[in-house]
Every structure is written in C-alpha cells, then in structure tokens.
C-alpha cells in the first residue's frame, strides 16, 4: 500500500503544470524588425568615440615624454574610451532584453476583476536571462497570485515558491518587517525569476495605498504559504517573440564585446607599469592601469552576458511554440 501511495505522489509531481503563452499582437510583431535599428545611430556614435580614443592614446598620449602632459592626456583620453565603452555596453543590454509591448494599459484596466490590482513591469528570467517581458496588473486574491498583462495572463500559488529560507542570501526579503520582494523565484528546471516593478506607485494616494497593501499581503502570502484558490498556470516559459533575434544583427553584441577585449587586451600590453620617483609620471601610468582593468573588466562582462543571452535563449527557442 506504500509503495502504491508512493509511486502515485512521482506521479503527481511528473504531471507537467499548466502554462500561459504569449499572445502577441499582429502590429507588435511588425515592430520587432525594426527595433534593432532604433538605437543604431547611437551604436554609431559610441564606437567612433571608442576608436577616436583609442587613435588618441597610441597616436599622441602614450608618447608624451612631459610627465605633466602626459598626465593630462591620459586622463583625458581614458575618460572618453571609458564614457564610450559603457555606452557601447549600457546600448547592447538594451538592444539585448528590449521587447515592445505597445500601449493599452489604461484600457486593459477596465477587464481586471480586482480593484485592488496594481499596475506592475512584470520581467520574466530563466537561468539569469530575461526571457520575457510584460505590462500589466498585479494581485492577491483568496491565496493565489494574479497577473493579467498585455500580452499574458497567469497565475501561482505559494506552494509553486520555494520557503524564503532556500532562496540565494541576497534575495532575501525581511517578511517580518513587512518587505516583500521584487523578485520571486519560482519552483522550474529552468530558474524561473518573476521580476516586478510598480508603475507610478507615487501617483496619487489611491495608487500607494494599493501598492502598500499588495507589499503587505505579498509578505504574508510567502510567510504563511496558503492553499490557493484555483490552480496554478505557470508563466510563459516560451521565449518571447520580440527575444528572437533571426537578422544579421542577432550577434552583434556578441561581436563587439569580443572586438573591445581584444582592443582592451592591446591597451593592457601597452601599458607602462613603471612607477619610478616622478610623481606625475608614476600617477600617469597607475591611472592608464586601472582605467585600463575597468575597461577590460566591461568587455568582457558584456561577452559573457551576451554569450549566455544567445546560449540560454536558443536552447529555450528550440521548444515548439504556439502563436
């Protein structure tokens, strides 16, 4: 009788649970072409101030033998491969997660049941790369946690969230003090992340008093874990449309970050690690070292996380989906 009640509960938890999709629209899906070329300009920009810097340094500021001078260079030329490489760095994240959604949510507000619903930027990640993104409301109700957005519609329970106390150390919120998360893991092979944000949760006092009230009973639910009222339907674990990148651009971060290590590998070679008793030429070379580590720092930073974006994101893309 045991070993039935056994086999019958590996039963139950291999029974896949319930997922939403994605229901993007025909003018939405028109847009994501052209969503790479938005910022392209900017891109442009970014990389001629980059090259323009590093023109600058191997042409005139690393062959001042004035410490004063040199000094001066460095500093200068320094500040503007930095400024651009950050730039570079902040653009392709964003050309990397960007998914438009369009407009509506105003009218979307008028078919939530809940009064007490919350306007939230719902980002969805799995295995630490955003894999969808949504609009939408935000409730609590009778032990179950909603979300009707512009482009899905879900729900979980507590029992779909691990115990606060097996959540990573900095993701910790403090229930006791009433602190709710704006991240909640959610029980998958995938690490499943739910990310929230209020929308103007500061514009009137109806909007906080929602937003407070949503942050109270969020704490409560991850503390005393109730049963839900209904059953669970997870989120979308489908890639978003608007995340797969088909065009000649789809490796272009990945490209750059590869061809700014390699610029940074060049300027690390060339750096003159000699701090002799001339303060200002001592100064000179210490800073060309540490801008230097912070630009090889950034590159390669952003290699790794556009390598994972494209790694996680094409085996994601390889389950069917439905449209």
């Known amino acids: 009788m045991g070993s039935i009640s056994g086999l019958e509960s590996e039963t139950e938890d291999m029974v896949a649970k319930p997922t939403a999709t994605w229901r993007i629209p025909s003018n939405a899906l028109e847009r994501i072409e052209e969503s790479s070329l938005e910022t392209a300009w900017l891109r442009f920009f970014a990389w001629a101030f980059l090259i323009f810097g590093v023109l600058w340094y191997f042409v005139f500021a690393h062959n001042f033998q004035n410490p004063e001078t040199s000094f001066t260079q460095h500093l200068e030329v320094f500040l503007?491969?930095?400024?651009?490489?950050?730039?570079?760095?902040?653009?392709?994240?964003?050309?990397s997660n960007r998914i438009d959604i369009g407009t509506g949510l105003k009218r979307l507000s008028t078919k939530v049941p809940e009064t007490a619903a919350c306007p939230v930027m719902l980002e969805i990640a799995q295995?630490?790369?955003?894999?969808?993104?949504?609009?939408?409301?935000?409730?609590?109700s009778d032990g179950t946690l909603f979300f009707k957005g512009l482009q899905t519609v879900f729900r979980v329970n507590a029992e779909d969230v691990p115990p606060v106390q097996e959540w990573p150390r900095k993701r910790r919120?403090?229930?006791?003090?009433?602190?709710?998360?704006?991240?909640?893991?959610?029980?998958?092979?995938?690490?499943?992340?739910?990310?929230?944000?209020?929308?103007?949760?500061?514009?009137?006092?109806?909007?906080?008093?929602?937003?407070?009230?949503?942050?109270?009973?969020?704490?409560?639910?991850l503390k005393e874990r109730p049963h839900g009222s209904l059953e669970t339907r997870l989120p979308p674990?489908?890639?978003?449309?608007?995340?797969?990148?088909?065009?000649?651009?789809?490796?272009?971060?990945?490209?750059?970050?590869?061809?700014?290590?390699?610029?940074?590998?060049?300027?690390?070679?060339?750096?003159?690690?000699?701090?002799?008793p001339d303060e200002a030429l001592s100064v000179s070379n210490f800073l060309s070292a540490a801008a230097v580590a912070l630009l090889l720092f950034l590159s390669v930073r952003l290699t790794v996380s556009q390598a994972r974006d494209l790694a996680v994101r094409k085996r994601i893309a390889l389950v069917p989906q439905d449209f």
Do not use: C
């Open 80 to 95: 503007i491969m930095v400024s651009a490489q950050a730039a570079l760095g902040f653009l392709y994240y964003r050309l």
């Open 237 to 276: 674990l489908h890639l978003h449309p608007s995340l797969r990148q088909l065009g000649p651009l789809r490796l272009e971060g990945l490209v750059a970050g590869i061809f700014m290590t390699v610029i940074d590998l060049v300027l690390l070679f060339s750096v003159r690690f000699s701090f002799g």
């Open 173 to 221: 919120p403090n229930i006791d003090e009433g602190r709710p998360p704006r991240w909640i893991p959610i029980e998958s092979e995938t690490g499943l992340v739910l990310r929230y944000k209020y929308i103007d949760p500061f514009e009137d006092h109806s909007a906080r008093r929602r937003t407070g009230a949503l942050d109270k009973a969020v704490a409560l639910w």
């Open 127 to 140: 295995d630490g790369v955003v894999t969808g993104y949504d609009e939408g409301f935000l409730w609590l």
